[in-house]
């Protein structure tokens, strides 16, 4: 019987630099396609129609004021913030341990500083809209998504190679 992959620990870093021991969370983006209702008539009931992909926000905490935390917050570009983390899945019934890599570009809409109290932990909360986003696991592109050159890989399958070759007809 296998045991899941757990991630045992991880590194981020923030346009190229380290912010290893100062991010205690990360919330990945969640994935979401923009569904809609269609039934017309001769049709016993409504099927959901893809119309493509919904924005994508990701979440990470620094723990207190980092040097160069706030760096990117109110970029002109779409892509003007890069935020990578590299972590590592241990499995536990065989001793491997997996190499995931996350990559996202964006912009950092919001900055939630929290609360300061004497004696207590501050955090501060980033909040990033994503154009780009890639997942890699053991070298291997699991989900690359890249909203502004139409990229939508999902295990090695280009969901859009289509629609970007009928617009360049």
């Not at 983006?29 to 992909?53: C, I, S, W």
């Not at 913030?81 to 190499?99: C, I, W, Y």
């Amino acid at each position: 019987m296998a045991l899941p992959r757990k991630l045992k620990n991880y590194a981020v870093f923030k346009d190229g630099i380290s912010y290893m021991g100062e991010v205690p969370e990360l919330n990945l983006p969640v994935l979401t396609r923009k569904m809609d209702d269609y039934q017309a008539g001769g049709m016993g009931g409504p099927v959901k129609q893809d119309f493509g992909m919904e924005a994508m926000s990701m979440e990470y905490k620094m723990g207190g004021w980092a040097d160069g935390s706030h760096s990117g917050f109110g970029s002109g570009r779409h892509d003007g913030t890069m935020l990578r983390f590299a972590g590592a899945l241990d499995s536990e019934d065989t001793g491997q341990v997996d190499v995931v890599e996350v990559v996202a570009r964006g912009r950092i809409s919001e900055i939630d500083k929290g609360s300061a109290k004497v004696g207590e932990a501050t955090e501060h909360t980033y909040k990033m809209e994503l154009s780009y986003y890639k997942e890699v696991l053991n070298g291997q592109v699991i989900v690359e998504i890249d909203f502004v050159n139409m990229i939508e890989n999902i295990d090695g399958v280009d969901n859009m190679a289509a629609v970007r070759a009928a617009l360049t007809a």
